[in-house]
């Protein structure tokens, strides 16, 4: 196994053609290019509870990318993005944009992060209300967008709601509704996308630039396991009667993983150990949901040499 993890990406440090600089994020590594395209690199980096684990899960890069273009590709026609080109499995090229420092989270069953609020007897979530006699996993009345601060590298999202948003002047009241409309369509797009494949879309988040004409658009990914949870629709209502707990499509599983063994990102706690079969498993389990949720088989890209792979489609994409 040791020889499959040595085959993934977990840093990049390319210099390409008028690259003007680097962001790093916690899994996606972002080349400004003559301050008009972004090329962004997907790696097999693992965050959870905003804490990147020490080994990288192979394929994961390639999964959520191509999760998140083919989703894309599914929700244009509501709502605009930044994406041009995917010249490498793990790459996405697209219009430069000002990102928006929050994360629009919408929900639309009380599960994760939602359900611990709930049950540490909160009734509000990010100024939003939520009904009393939940229980966790039920399905919202509607949907509930509840935003998150963006977080730089090492820190925490935190929860903020609307009336702050607009107070401290992070987005402006006209941009903020049209944050909130695109979320809602995405939402709804995604939800119908998911219910083909057999799956609900739990919950997710969005992230929106602005591009140098001032258009919104959407960035980032799009209902990939990283930025959403799922469930399987069938034997749902039968579980939630039973109290039991659902079937997830996420990468929920990690988040378990990690606080049965005493780690959810807190001061003095130790990051478990992740051994080569575990890492082995999670890279299984990635696939898995890929596959689920495209309804498509997952092609494994050629991992050889991924850096020199990346650097020689990038190169090729830019060059012309």
């Not at 990102?99 to 540490?120: D, L, N, Q, T």
């Not at 509607?142 to 107070?167: F, V, Y």
């Not at 949901?289 to 830019?318: C, H, M, P, W």
Request: glycine share 6%.
């Amino acid at each position: 196994m040791s020889s499959i993890a040595n085959k993934t990406i977990t840093d990049t440090n390319f210099q390409f053609p008028n690259q003007k600089g680097l962001y790093k994020g916690k899994v996606r590594e972002v080349y400004n290019i003559d301050e008009k395209f972004l090329v962004m690199v997907a790696t097999d980096r693992l965050s959870a509870f905003d804490v990147v684990m020490p080994k990288g899960i192979p394929y994961k890069g390639q999964i959520l990318n191509q999760i998140a273009t083919k989703m894309m590709k599914a929700t244009e026609d509501v709502v605009p993005n930044w994406l041009v080109a995917t010249p490498d499995p793990n790459v996405a090229v697209g219009h430069l944009c000002e990102p928006f420092k929050v994360e629009m989270v919408i929900r639309g069953y009380m599960s994760g992060h939602a359900a611990r609020e709930y049950k540490a007897g909160k009734r509000t979530l990010c100024g939003v209300s939520m009904p009393d006699g939940m229980k966790e996993n039920d399905k919202f009345p509607q949907p509930i967008i509840t935003p998150a601060t963006k977080a730089e590298m090492g820190e925490h999202d935190e929860d903020i709601s609307r009336e702050d948003i607009l107070k401290r002047g992070i987005v402006s009241d006209a941009d903020y509704a049209t944050l909130e409309d695109y979320t809602y369509k995405l939402f709804q797009r995604g939800s119908e996308i998911a219910a083909e494949r057999g799956l609900i879309l739990v919950d997710t988040k969005y992230e929106f630039g602005k591009t140098k004409d001032g258009k919104i658009v959407l960035i980032d990914e799009i209902h990939t396991p990283d930025s959403s949870r799922y469930f399987y629709a069938d034997g749902y209502e039968e579980r939630q009667a039973k109290g039991e707990s659902q079937k997830q499509l996420s990468k929920e599983f990690v988040r378990q993983w990690l606080i049965s063994n005493n780690f959810q990102g807190l001061e003095g706690q130790t990051l478990p150990e992740m051994s080569d079969d575990y890492i082995e498993t999670v890279s299984e389990r990635y696939i898995e949901l890929y596959e689920n949720i495209t309804g498509e088989a997952f092609v494994k890209a050629d991992v050889s040499n991924i850096q020199t792979r990346i650097e020689t489609n990038v190169l090729n994409y830019l060059s012309q």
